[in-house]
């Protein structure tokens, strides 16, 4: 099967300087101060931790999409320390609630205070700690507006599989960090976690339930849309 690796040319010095501005262009939407200083501290935690959050443009979109389709209740696989669910919440409804799964609680209380430091009441999000592919399948069929992954790579199908269960025709499924840091289009031999991700992309592109979209931002984040039927 043809793939979009293989054929990309040498990304020129204009084009990297405009998808930084992209990336970059989030960071500057206007935010209460208190979710600003949050997103700081929570980005400050993560590294600390070794953890790589979402970028700016990655958040933006994250905001963008759960806005777009007005969720009500979003499920994260990934906690980290909650930058990724802060943009998340922004984006949702005032009444939306976020389960977020993560195999670390340690990140998870990190995670509740910058919540909490952001503005968000404590009902807002719920906090499911464990491994996603034990946790996902006690959440609800069809109970989801979104499913945000960023998990690991290598359970990147069966999270897929999981979310079409879990979303509501009309849902979005979202996966971070699918470009691997270039490796995903790159001709070398790569690890199982890239051979995977490709896998994903071809799969989520292929599949005649699902609306795909591949965003150039932060890491790259595939989006697709659950078909109605």
């Known amino acids: 099967m043809r793939g979009p ?15 930084a501005f992209a990336d970059a262009y989030g960071a500057g939407h206007a935010e209460h101060a208190e979710r600003s200083a949050a997103l700081r501290w929570a980005h400050d935690r993560a590294r600390e931790a070794g953890l ?45 609630v976020l ?19 952001a503005g968000f009441a404590g009902n807002r999000a719920r906090f499911i700690p ?3 592919l034990d946790v996902l399948p006690r959440l609800a069929d069809g109970g989801y507006d979104l499913v945000f992954c960023d998990g690991d790579r290598l359970e990147s199908l069966e999270y897929l599989e999981e979310s079409l269960r879990l979303l509501r025709p009309g849902g979005l499924v979202c996966f971070e960090g699918v470009f691997a840091d270039g490796r995903t289009v790159d001709s070398a031999a790569q690890p199982a976690e890239v051979l995977r991700l490709r896998e994903l992309l071809r799969t989520v592109r292929d599949s005649p339930s699902l609306l795909p979209s591949l ?15």
């Not at 690796?5 to 998808?19: F, P």
């Not at 965003?215 to 039927?229: H, N």
């Open 5 to 19: 690796w293989g054929r990309e040319r040498a990304i020129t010095g204009n084009r990297q300087a405009s998808w």
């Open 215 to 229: 965003l150039p931002v932060g890491d790259g984040l595939l989006c697709a849309v659950k078909r109605e039927g």
């Open 99 to 117: 389960t977020t799964v993560d195999t670390e609680p340690e990140c998870q209380q990190i995670a509740r205070q910058a919540f909490r430091a």
């Open 130 to 132: 464990g491994h996603a």
């Open 52 to 96: 790589r959050p979402v970028s700016d443009g990655t958040g933006a979109a994250l905001r963008l999409l759960a806005a777009a389709v007005d969720a009500k209740a979003v499920a994260e696989i990934g906690t980290g320390t909650g930058v990724s669910g802060i943009h998340l919440l922004h984006g949702m409804r005032p009444d939306g």
